[in-house]
């Protein structure tokens, strides 16, 4: 099992995709259904052994969480804030390009 190389708070982007986030959630392997990795074409499915990421979500059009393996995963060094409505309610910042968790939601 690999370690994580991006972390809680972190903002980054999808490498293919037009999406970016931040993270509030790592899984250190695959951790969600059969059904919703069997439903990514297998041309571009990631392998199960690698970190999957919780991300609160934006593209140009909405806002959603999105469940993404890090090799599919770039930093964003854009220095934008994230837009998700549910940034503030776990996180301060941005600072120097990534959030900080609230106190109260550390473990």
Do not use: C
């Not at 969480?65 to 996180?91: C, I, M, W």
């Amino acid at each position: 099992m690999q370690t994580a190389r991006f972390y809680i708070g972190q903002i980054v982007r999808h490498r293919v995709f037009p999406f970016r986030g931040v993270i509030f959630d790592v899984d250190p392997s695959f951790d969600n259904t059969e059904e919703w990795y069997q439903s990514i074409p297998e041309d571009v499915r990631p392998r199960k052994d690698q970190p999957f990421y919780h991300l609160l979500a934006e593209n140009a059009e909405t806002e959603y969480v999105a469940y993404v393996s890090e090799q599919n995963l770039v930093a964003d060094e854009t220095g934008a804030p994230v837009r998700h409505p549910q940034v503030g309610k776990l996180f301060v910042g941005p600072v120097d390009g990534a959030y900080r968790l609230k106190n109260e939601n550390h473990n």
